[in-house]
T-cell receptor
Framework: AQKVTQAQTEISVVEKEDVTLDCVYE???????LFWYKQPPSGELVFLIR??????QNEISGRYSWNFQKSTSSFNFTITASQVVDSAVYFC?????????????FGTGTRLQVFP | NAGVTQTPKFRILKIGQSMTLQCAQD?????MYWYRQDPGMGLKLIYY???????DKGEVPNGYNVSRSTTEDFPLRLELAAPSQTSVYFC???????????????FGEGSRLTVL
């Protein structure tokens, strides 16, 4: 069965520290897609990244980077030099290609608090 | 563009009352979804639709009903409200076109429902 696990419930860091949010997924499909969403205190969900199962290249976008490892079924998210504005709940999610409906299976989220 | 619009943003219901959460999107997306978010539980899919006149159950459909008479609108109906339905509800949409690559979900701002 498909599942997304975010074992870290809450992480607190001081500004400028680097922080890594872990995501482990389970799926029987060979073709699938992984996502990260950000939910700031205002409540809306903001799309951060989509990665397909055939592309294991790491991705960097400014202070954000993502490490996808199929061997460990992980899709971890690192924020470099964290800022107070990074404080939010971050969700990892999975979509299976055979489903063909864009449905997302979410993890339980990791609350990141960045203190000044 | 308004994107995905949900109303109301807040509502308090008494046990046994009924209500409809409204959702509208103006992006001409084919797919629409209703999720609920409970503290520490991530987002769970209630119902989804791949086009007008087509709806299907998600992971937690009990106690809810949906309809999709137009591409733009996807209302969620609670018939007999129960305290277990206290939650934050998110409507989302995605393009759902001919591409087999799942698209980014666009979320509304959420509707906070309390059942007392």
């Amino acid at each position: 069965a498909q599942k997304v696990t975010q074992a870290q419930t809450e992480i607190s860091v001081v500004e400028k520290e680097d922080v890594t949010l872990d995501c482990v997924y389970e799926t029987r499909d060979t073709t699938y897609y992984l996502f990260w969403y950000k939910q700031p205190p205002s409540g809306e969900l903001v799309f951060l990244i989509r990665r397909n199962s055939f592309d294991e290249q790491n991705e960097i976008s400014g202070r954000y980077s993502w490490n996808f490892q199929k061997s460990t079924s992980s899709f971890n998210f690192t924020i470099t030099a964290s800022q107070v504005v990074d404080s939010a709940v971050y969700f990892c999610a999975l979509s299976e290609a055979r489903d063909n409906t864009d449905k997302l299976i979410f993890g339980t989220g990791t609350r990141l608090q960045v203190f000044p | 563009n308004a994107g995905v619009t949900q109303t109301p943003k807040f509502r308090i219901l008494k046990i046994g009352q009924s209500m409809t959460l409204q959702c509208a999107q103006d992006m001409n997306h084919n797919y629409m979804y209703w999720y609920r978010q409970d503290p520490g539980m991530g987002l769970k899919l209630i119902y989804y639709s791949v086009g007008a006149g087509i709806t299907d159950k998600g992971e937690v459909p009990n106690g809810y009903n949906v309809s999709r008479s137009t591409t733009e609108d996807f209302p969620l109906r609670l018939e007999l409200a129960a305290p277990s339905q206290t939650s934050v509800y998110f409507c989302a949409s995605s393009y759902g076109g001919t591409s087999i690559i799942p698209g980014e979900l666009f979320f509304g701002e959420g509707s906070r429902l309390t059942v007392l």
